[in-house]
């Protein structure tokens, strides 16, 4: 039996007086491995400690402790979530009493009290909440998100940020994610490697189980809480949205459901079953965690040093069935929505018509566009089908671009002719 | 980090992109890839099928209407809302019939019990091959794979009669105590 000393608080202390001696070290000398251009020293730890980072979602307590005990002394941390009583296993940053409170705010405070000379900020709220300059401050960009969604969005955005005259627009992406024994890391070059949209297609979607199943014979208790979710919900109280994070109607939910259950002879409907299959809750195993967040810091610390070659792109860990890891480069695609082609920015007199436009978009030797359709954010400019929407489109063309979009919106124009949508950054020029 | 940007010029030396203007709304991927498969639905629609957009900006809100010629369902006019969220192609869209109809595949709430829209949605599949799927199933309803139970059990023991109760069903008529909408003669 090995005995582990508790950490008393003299020793704590000590530990705050530390010199990192080993990560110094680690900076300090060039390695086998170590980048020949690379120059180690002074230099280099600078400008590891003035790295700007952000780190965010669940895997957050792991990635923000790992920065901070890494040398990076200026973290940014965002989360949207509240701490809940079921965080407390694994989320080592929180405590009973924190409850309720913003996770953000609580591990940022933590963190900082606890290691010295490092600056936390939180922000309690949405990725979604910032604009690029938000993010344009930061060296990089450190994700533990827990949707492919938000993944989706950052990735994008950053995407859009390059700008070949400016390098520090570049904010290399972090990618971790966990699903029980199962993770993945991934570095993210924006415009430079694969994205997260040319990878979409690998992400194994969300088990659903045959609506004709759930409506006739339920098998498992989730087929009766699936049911209940779906059907029971909507012939019952279709004018109201459920609120899964309300818990009359997951109560609601749970008593139907087990009154399914009882039907067909099925046991195992609990509450808690009830909100994790509603909710689409993914076990979390905190060592899982723990290896894909340290995986993904390693990164972190090893782009913003450059002591030594970083992950290229995408690696993959299975723990589910022994152990396996595997390292692999997945190549970008070619006709990505979002970084297959940048936006490119094209000069207009606001004065000209959509036609006009059009027709210039057909005589562009990289478009030659015959049929296209084009849209901004918010308006459908002109679609070429279906008919209907031709027809509600049609009064578009001879509108001045000045009425349809402002000075530098962007327009998306896809062709039946190309696999692979343009974009294009309108500037008028009178 | 400066070896990144080293490499990064190295890899687009060629690239002319320009500076940046302000920065203002982007088209999403989500728009990109519904704005292509609409436009591939040109040798689809055809005469049984078109769409209409209640607000022609949204692109992701549309209604589908079916009026196929020839099966049992011939002659009606089936309407399909779709609802689809930015997180499209990598969830399926919505898809209801807003319409109370007599159909094993769906039921009276309009939910659709159609393979791609659920368990087998891919995000290499696109808006035709779920409006394909809807097509079929006024073509080969299927007893199989029941979401009405009492159409099901109808089709699968007798195929005549219920016929007979799809076209009473159509003209707004009642088919075992229910009560159908009227859906054809539009």
Not at chain 1, 94 to 115: L, N, W, Y
Request: proline letters at 6%.
């Amino acid at each position: 039996m090995v005995k582990i000393p508790a950490c008393s608080k003299t020793m704590r202390q000590n530990i705050d007086k530390l010199p990192r001696t080993y990560l110094d070290n680690l900076l300090s000398k060039p390695g086998p491995a170590s980048d020949p251009d690379w120059v180690p020293g002074p230099e280099t730890i600078s400008a590891l400690e003035s790295s700007k980072v952000l780190g965010a979602g669940g895997l957050g307590c792991e990635i923000l402790k790992n920065l901070a005990l890494s040398g990076f002394k200026d973290i940014h941390v965002i989360d949207m979530d509240t701490i809940d009583v079921s965080n407390l296993n694994r989320q080592f940053l929180f405590r009973e009493a924190d409850v309720g409170k913003s996770k953000a705010e609580v591990a940022a405070a933590f963190v900082e009290k606890r290691v010295k000379g490092v600056k936390i900020t939180p922000y309690n709220g949405k990725i979604q909440d910032k604009d690029e300059d938000y993010y344009m401050q930061f060296k990089m960009v450190i994700c533990g998100l827990d949707s492919i969604e938000a993944r989706r969005w950052i990735n994008a955005t950053l995407v859009d940020m390059v700008d070949m005259e400016d390098p520090e627009s570049l904010k290399p992406l972090i990618d971790g994610g966990t699903e029980g024994f199962k993770g993945q890391a991934r570095v993210i070059l924006p415009t430079m490697n694969s994205c997260i949209e040319c990878q979409l297609d690998m992400h194994a979607p969300r088990a659903a189980v045959p609506l004709c199943t759930l409506a006739t014979i339920p098998r498992q208790p989730s087929h009766c809480i699936e049911w209940a979710h779906i059907i029971a919900w909507e012939e019952h109280r279709k004018d109201e949205v459920l609120d899964t994070d309300d818990p009359e109607h997951i109560t609601w939910l749970y008593q139907k459901a087990l009154a399914r259950a009882q039907d067909f002879n099925i046991p195992g409907v609990t509450y808690s079953l009830t909100q994790g299959v509603v909710k689409n809750i993914i076990p979390a195993i905190a060592s899982t965690n723990a290896i894909i967040a340290a995986a993904c810091c390693n990164e972190a610390f090893k782009i913003a040093t450059s002591c030594n070659p970083f992950l290229q792109n995408y690696m993959m860990y299975s723990g589910d069935e022994g152990v396996y890891t595997y390292t692999f480069d997945t190549e970008r695609k070619e006709d990505c929505p979002v970084c297959g082609n940048l936006a490119r920015n094209l000069t207009v007199n606001p004065n000209m018509t959509l036609q006009d436009l059009i027709d210039s978009l057909g005589e562009r030797a990289e478009a030659q566009l015959k049929k296209p359709t084009l849209r901004s954010e918010e308006r459908s400019l002109y679609s070429q089908f279906p008919q209907s929407l031709r027809e509600q489109t049609a009064p578009n063309l001879s509108k001045k671009l000045s009425e349809l979009v402002v000075d530098g919106e962007e327009i998306g124009v896809s062709d039946p002719a190309f696999t692979i949508a343009f974009k294009y950054k309108l500037i008028f020029v009178s | 980090m400066l070896k990144i940007w080293s490499m990064k010029q190295q890899q687009q030396k060629d690239a002319n992109a320009e500076g940046a203007g302000p920065k203002k709304k982007k088209v999403t991927a989500a728009q990109l890839r519904v704005q292509k498969d609409l436009a591939e639905l040109e040798g689809t629609l055809g005469r049984t099928m078109k769409t209409s957009f209640p607000n022609p900006d949204d692109i992701l809100n549309f209604t589908l209407t079916i009026e196929p010629d020839e099966g049992m369902y011939k002659g009606g006019s089936f309407h399909f809302n779709f609802a689809i969220n930015q997180n499209f192609p990598h969830d399926p869209p919505k898809v209801k019939c807003t319409q109370k109809i007599y159909h094993p595949n769906i039921d009276l709430e309009g939910n659709v019990c159609l393979n791609i829209l659920r368990e087998d949605w891919k995000p290499v599949l696109n808006l035709n091959a779920v409006i394909v799927g809807l097509q079929f199933l006024f073509l080969e309803p299927n007893a199989s794979d029941p979401l009405n139970k009492e159409a099901a059990e109808d089709l699968r023991s007798n195929r005549e009669g219920f016929k007979r109760n799809v076209r009473t069903s159509m003209s707004g008529g009642a088919v075992k105590h229910e009560n159908y909408e009227r859906v054809i003669g539009k």
